[in-house]
Every structure is written in structure tokens, then in C-alpha cells.
């Protein structure tokens, strides 16, 4: 089985393809970093109209590296959403076009359960788990107890951890995409030197939220006439944010895991997936958790845990050989709950 997997649900044009081998066969991302770099952030219009420009020839690439032609695909999937509307139209439109022209099914994917089964291609690891998704967009604790089985329990209630970063990293100066950057900076600070707050700490539930630790940001920096703020000055505040982040993730995680323990006493897996999971300070500490817990952290390599399309084409696939597909008259949704 083979299938072609489109994404264009925020600032990557992506196609990929892979089969129910786990092989991916092929993969191919485009960045649009540099288009939104001077903007300090994605500007929707920007991104749509990239998705638009590249799209096509991402597709006819992602299937030449696969070696495969349209006729040897067994279904088309996109994302469906959630996201910046304008690009996800431009993948949905894309990948209806090429079923209707081949006459092969389509299936819309929701992004998140994209990120929540992409583990499955990449390691052996059985139902049920539970999932940490961090990323830029998505902050959410959710137990994964099959295919188009997902029970949230845990979500932010403001920031995102990746928005959190960026956000941190804008206002110190430090660049955009902000949370390599914050993260690079961070190697040589001091994470003792600014008592940052640790939202929701000690209280029950799997919620998150990281506001508040921006605004404590905010405020020592204001302290700051901008002459004073030097390397060593960012670095210790960078230092102590990521450790404020870590403390808060691993309270609510832990929360979470007890949760989980209690539905599944012989669950073993913690999924780490999104964006952030490239940080290797918090990747240390979950692992710290995860081995208290007598647990194991898996994460999907690097790329995989970025946006890819690959993570769609293989949850199109998990859904695929389950006998599901959706109908071409499918609308994209800018939200879209798991
Ligand atoms: O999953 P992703 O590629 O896109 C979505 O947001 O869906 O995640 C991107 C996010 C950005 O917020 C970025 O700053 C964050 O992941 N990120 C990191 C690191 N690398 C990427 N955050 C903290 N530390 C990192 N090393
Ligand atoms: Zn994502």
C-alpha cells in the first residue's frame, strides 16, 4: 500500500510519500522560513501564496524520488486542518485534484493526529500511549488509544511551549525561529540567576500554560536599560526560562502519566512530538520522568517530528487500511479539534 502525503498547514510546503512497509519513500520539505523571517513571525497571505507557488513541483518530486508514478498510489491524503486556512486550501485543493484525476481515494487528515501516529511509522510501538505534543502551534497531553481514538487530557491555556519560546526569544533580541535560538543561548547561562514563576505547578490536571512566564521575562528585561543587557545577562535569563519550562512540563507531565497509569497500568510509552521536541535540555528531563515512571520517551527523528508530510501520508494510511477515506467535497477547517 502506497500512499502520497500533502502539508501545507503553516509555514512548510511539504509532500511525501510511504508504504505500509513503514518505508518513507521519499520526503520532501520546503521551509519558508526566510519568506516570514523580516515579519518576526508566519504572515498567513505569505505563506498560501508559497504553498501555491511550490506545491505542484514539491509533488512531482516527492514522487520521482519514491520512483512512483500517480497510477501506483493507493490514496492521496492531505492535511485538512487545522491551520492557517489559505494553505491549507491550497494542499486540500491539490490533493483532490490528483484523486479525482487518477480516481483514487482521498483522505483529509487532522495535522495533530499526524503528529500523534507518526510514531508508528518509525518505531514499534503498540496502542496505547500517551502523547506529549509541543510545538509551535500545539500544546496538548492527549492519550493515544488507536487510530481515531484520542483522548485529551491536557492542553495549554494560553501559549503554546513553542510559541513561548519564540515569544521569549523576540523580545531578547535573539531571532526568529526563536527556540533554537533561545535554546543555543541558553548553553552558557546561569539557569539559577532569574527567578522565573513555574505556572500551574502543584496543581492537579495536565494543563499548561506559559504566559505568565513570558510576561516574568518581560519584566526582568525591562530592569534592564538595553546597554546592560549582555550576553551573559541573555544567557542567564535564557538558561533560567528553559529550566522554568522543563519544571512546569515535567510537574504537568507527571500528572499526566498517573492519569494515563490509572486507565493503562501497564502503559509504557511517553511519544515526545512537535516542534520543540528538538530541545535537548527538555528531552533530558522527560527522559529523567519517563525513567522515574519506569517508562520509555520515543521520539520520532528530528524531521519527522517537525511538520513533514510524511506524518500525514502515514496517518492517511493507518486510516486507510481501516477502510476509512473522506469525500472530495471535504472543507478544510482552520480548527479542528482532535
Ligand atoms: O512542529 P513545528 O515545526 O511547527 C508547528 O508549530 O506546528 O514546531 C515549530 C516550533 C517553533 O515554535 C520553534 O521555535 C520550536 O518548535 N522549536 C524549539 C526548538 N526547535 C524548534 N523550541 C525549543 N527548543 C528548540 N531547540
Ligand atoms: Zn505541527
Same mark, same amino acid.
Given at each position: 500500500m502506497i500512499?502520497?502525503?500533502?502539508? +501545507?498547514?503553516?509555514?512548510?510546503?511539504?509532500?511525501?510519500?510511504?508504504n505500509?512497509?513503514?518505508?518513507?519513500?521519499? &520526503?520532501?520539505?520546503?521551509?519558508?522560513?526566510?519568506?516570514?523571517?523580516?515579519? !518576526?513571525?508566519?504572515?498567513?497571505?505569505?505563506?498560501?501564496? /508559497?504553498?501555491?507557488?511550490?506545491?505542484?513541483?514539491?509533488? /512531482?518530486?516527492? @514522487?520521482?524520488?519514491?520512483g512512483v508514478d500517480f497510477a501506483d498510489l493507493d490514496a492521496v491524503a492531505? +492535511?485538512?486542518?487545522? !491551520?492557517?486556512?489559505?494553505?491549507? @486550501?491550497?494542499g486540500a485543493m491539490t490533493a483532490k485534484a490528483i484523486a479525482f484525476a487518477t480516481q483514487k481515494p482521498f483522505l483529509a487528515v487532522n495535522h495533530l493526529e499526524g503528529h500523534a501516529l507518526t510514531v508508528r511509522l518509525t518505531d514499534d510501538v503498540a496502542f496505547p500511549y500517551l502523547l506529549?505534543?509541543?510545538?509551535?502551534?500545539?500544546?496538548?497531553?492527549?492519550?493515544?488509544?488507536?487510530? !481515531?481514538?484520542?483522548?485529551?487530557?491536557?492542553?495549554?491555556?494560553?501559549?503554546?511551549?513553542?510559541?513561548?519560546?519564540?515569544k521569549t526569544a523576540k523580545m531578547m533580541g535573539l531571532g526568529y525561529p526563536g527556540g533554537p535560538a533561545l535554546e543555543k543561548t541558553a548553553e552558557s547561562g546561569n539557569p539559577d540567576r532569574f527567578g522565573l514563576p513555574r505556572p500551574l505547578r502543584g496543581r492537579p490536571g495536565c494543563d499548561f500554560s506559559f504566559s505568565g512566564l513570558k510576561t /516574568?521575562?518581560?519584566?526582568?528585561?525591562?530592569?534592564?536599560?538595553?546597554?546592560?543587557?549582555?550576553?551573559?545577562?541573555?544567557?542567564?535569563?535564557?538558561a533560567s526560562f528553559q529550566r522554568a519550562v522543563g519544571d512546569t512540563l515535567i510537574d504537568r507531565t507527571r500528572n499526566a502519566i498517573f492519569e494515563f497509569m490509572r486507565d493503562y497500568p501497564t502503559g509504557k510509552t511517553l511519544v515526545l512530538a512537535g516542534g520543540v521536541a528538538a530541545n535537548k535540555y527538555l528531552r533530558t528531563r522527560l527522559t529523567e520522568l519517563t525513567d522515574q515512571a519506569g517508562m520509555?520517551?520515543? /521520539?520520532?527523528?528530528?524531521?519527522?517530528? +517537525?511538520? &513533514?508530510?510524511? @506524518?500525514?501520508?502515514?496517518? !492517511?494510511?493507518?486510516?486507510?487500511?481501516?477502510?476509512?477515506?473522506?469525500?472530495?467535497?471535504f472543507k478544510p477547517r482552520p480548527r479542528w479539534p482532535l
Open positions: 500512499v502520497l502525503g500533502i502539508e +501545507t498547514s503553516c509555514d512548510e510546503t511539504a509532500a511525501a510519500v510511504v505500509d512497509k513503514r518505508e518513507v519513500m521519499s &520526503n520532501r520539505v520546503l521551509s519558508q522560513l526566510d519568506d516570514h523571517r523580516p515579519y !518576526g513571525g508566519v504572515v498567513p497571505e505569505i505563506a498560501a501564496r /508559497a504553498h501555491l507557488e511550490h506545491l505542484d513541483r514539491l509533488v /512531482a518530486e516527492a @514522487m520521482d524520488d519514491a492531505c +492535511t485538512g486542518g487545522p !491551520g492557517l486556512i489559505g494553505g491549507v @486550501m491550497v506529549l505534543l509541543v510545538s509551535g502551534g500545539h500544546c496538548q497531553v492527549l492519550i493515544v488509544e488507536g487510530v !481515531g481514538q484520542y483522548k485529551r487530557i491536557g492542553t495549554t491555556i494560553d501559549d503554546a511551549v513553542g510559541e513561548a519560546f519564540d /516574568a521575562v518581560r519584566t526582568y528585561l525591562d530592569g534592564f536599560p538595553i546597554e546592560q543587557q549582555t550576553a551573559e545577562v541573555k544567557a542567564d535569563l535564557a520509555t520517551l520515543v /521520539a520520532p527523528p528530528l524531521e519527522l517530528c +517537525t511538520d &513533514n508530510a510524511a @506524518m500525514i501520508a502515514w496517518a !492517511g494510511l493507518e486510516r486507510f487500511r481501516l477502510g476509512q477515506h473522506d469525500d472530495l467535497d
